[in-house]
């Protein structure tokens, strides 16, 4: 862990030829793809090494001919926050897949919504102190299954 969050998280990203990011919320099939770090830290894509070719076929198979996987770690690969920590309490709450949430940390035996009371507190996890800035509200990214990518947009609702 490091001052922007779990070291190697969100390392990679992809863009279009003009440098721009290309994310999945337009181009949600990217959603069907799971990242890891190997035990070296190299991120994975898949179990495969994210420079790979064919990563990098699948990749122009889903934003087009030019786009390409670019590894960054500054700050601005974050939407907001460099983490996002769920509790048991709130997505039995939520009712849905966990998954969804896409959590880095989910902390257990909390009761329902309860976490909506840590805004301003600090978690320390071992010799780790988490800073708890802001709640977040569900984006439009939870709406989509992540076995089948179906979109039910009912669920942002909620």
Same mark, same amino acid.
């Given at each position: 862990? =490091? ?15 003009? =440098? ?36 990098? #076929? ?6 087009? @001919? ?7 770690? =500054? ?6 926050? @460099? ?6 309490? #709130? ?15 989910v ?20 010799k780790?102190?988490?800073g ?13 299954? @992540? ?12």
């Amino acid at each position: 862990m =490091g001052p922007l969050g779990i070291d190697g998280d969100r390392v990679v990203h992809v863009e279009d030829t003009q =440098g721009r990011v290309i994310t999945s919320r337009s181009h949600p099939r990217f959603l069907g793809h799971k990242g890891t770090l190997g035990v070296d830290g190299t991120p994975l894509v898949d179990g495969r090494p994210w420079n790979s070719p064919q990563v990098a #076929a699948e990749v122009v198979d889903i934003a087009g @001919p030019g786009a390409k996987l670019v590894h960054y770690d =500054g700050a601005e690969r974050f939407d907001v926050l @460099p983490l996002l920590v769920a509790t048991d309490g #709130a997505i039995a709450a939520f009712g849905h897949d966990h998954r969804r949430l896409r959590p880095n940390i989910v902390i257990g035996g909390v009761e329902r919504l309860t976490e909506r009371e840590w805004p301003g507190g600090c978690l320390r996890i071992g010799k780790v102190l988490i800073g708890v800035q802001d709640l977040r509200l569900r984006c439009i990214m939870t709406s989509y299954d @992540p076995d089948t990518l179906v979109q039910e947009k009912e669920i942002t609702r909620g």
